[in-house]
């Protein structure tokens, strides 16, 4: 994560967990997904929020997050954005 830009966390899995209250795909509450938004959010707290929120996670969700956070930091795409991408020209 370079300093002048954080991506968002957002992994294109929205739903949200009725008990806990954090979005099963990047672990975030509808509270974080605001301030996300918000252009006075620091940069040093969306760093921490996404410590925060893969403290949240484990197991499969978290290697989940992790895997596709990295693909969307490298190509600006989450996994499950590029494979409805790539469905979507195969039935062109």
């Not at 707290?45 to 893969?54: C, Q, S, Y």
């Not at 290697?63 to 991408?85: C, H, M, Q, R």
């Amino acid at each position: 994560m370079n300093d002048q830009k954080i991506i968002s966390p957002c992994i294109s899995i929205c739903k949200t967990d009725p008990r806990t209250g954090y979005c099963y795909g990047c672990g975030r509450t509808d509270e974080e997904k605001i301030i996300w938004k918000e252009k006075e959010t620091s940069i040093q707290w969306k760093k921490e929020n996404i410590v925060i929120l893969t403290q949240r996670m484990s197991g499969w969700q978290l290697e989940t997050f992790k895997a596709s956070y990295k693909n969307k930091v490298k190509t600006g795409f989450s996994i499950f954005k590029e494979s409805l991408i790539k469905d979507n020209n195969k039935n062109k």
